[in-house]
């Protein structure tokens, strides 16, 4: 079983509308969970990270943890054909001291002009 | 501020070759870690070092792979020898500490493999 699963889409939404990308996890002792984006040939950026149940939100991104239901998701606002890359979704316990990422497959966004 | 460092940025061998990769971190960054990036996946982490020690390096196929962090600072990863399977990207990240909560990791550019 994976831990951290993620539909690869692609995901299509037209630009201006609000793109959802959907993250489940197994480990109940994930702690942080991080939103990463990829561009084709380019290395995984940081988006956003979430610790807290319920939502945190910088401009546009708004990610959402519920730890009852293992769920992690990822709202886009205003969708721009900029924003058409790979999501990673990935969970991290804290366990020993330090802090283990496992990263899903990432779903794979695309933004329509 | 200089971001991850990698080098070379490609590299074409025939399988039983061996090779290396090089890593410099963000300086100061006490972690860094090696992922194998396979396309269409997404990175699965190969090893991590707290400074020059090794904290995690339980997806590392050890008959075939190695990695070492002298003085702290800089990281080669080496395959040896190759298997078509290793064809990939290969990813150094780092971080300023290894544990507390959203410690972000900031990746280098890659190293593309074809395993010929």
């Known amino acids: 079983q994976k831990e951290v699963e993620q539909n690869s889409g692609p995901l299509s939404v037209p630009e201006g509308a609000i793109a959802s990308l959907n993250c489940t996890y197994s480990d109940r002792g994930s702690q942080s969970f991080f939103w990463y984006r990829q561009y084709s040939g380019k290395s995984p950026e940081l988006i956003m990270f979430?610790?807290?149940?319920g939502d945190k939100e910088d401009g546009r991104f708004t990610a959402q943890l519920n730890k009852a239901s293992q769920y992690v998701s990822l709202l886009i606002r205003d969708s721009q054909p900029s924003d058409s890359a790979t999501y990673l979704c990935a969970g991290a316990p804290n366990s020993g001291g330090y802090q283990k990422v496992t990263f899903g497959t990432g779903t794979k966004l695309q933004v329509i002009p | 501020e200089a971001g991850v460092a990698q080098s070379p940025r490609y590299k074409i061998i025939e399988k039983r070759q061996s090779v290396a990769f090089w890593c410099n971190p963000i300086s100061g960054h006490a972690t860094l870690y090696w992922y194998q990036q396979i396309l269409g996946q997404g990175p699965k982490l190969l090893i991590q070092?707290?400074?020059?020690?090794?904290?995690?390096d339980s997806q590392l196929p050890k008959d075939r792979f190695s990695a070492e962090r002298l003085k702290g600072v800089d990281s080669t990863l080496k395959i040896q020898p190759a298997k078509l399977e290793d064809s990939a990207v290969y990813l150094c990240?780092?971080?300023?500490?290894?544990?507390?909560?959203?410690?972000?990791?900031?990746f280098g550019p890659g190293t593309r493999l074809l395993v010929l």
């Open positions: 979430i610790y807290s149940n």
């Open positions: 070092f707290q400074n020059n020690g090794v904290v995690d």
């Open positions: 990240a780092s971080s300023l500490t290894p544990s507390g909560r959203g410690e972000t990791q900031y």
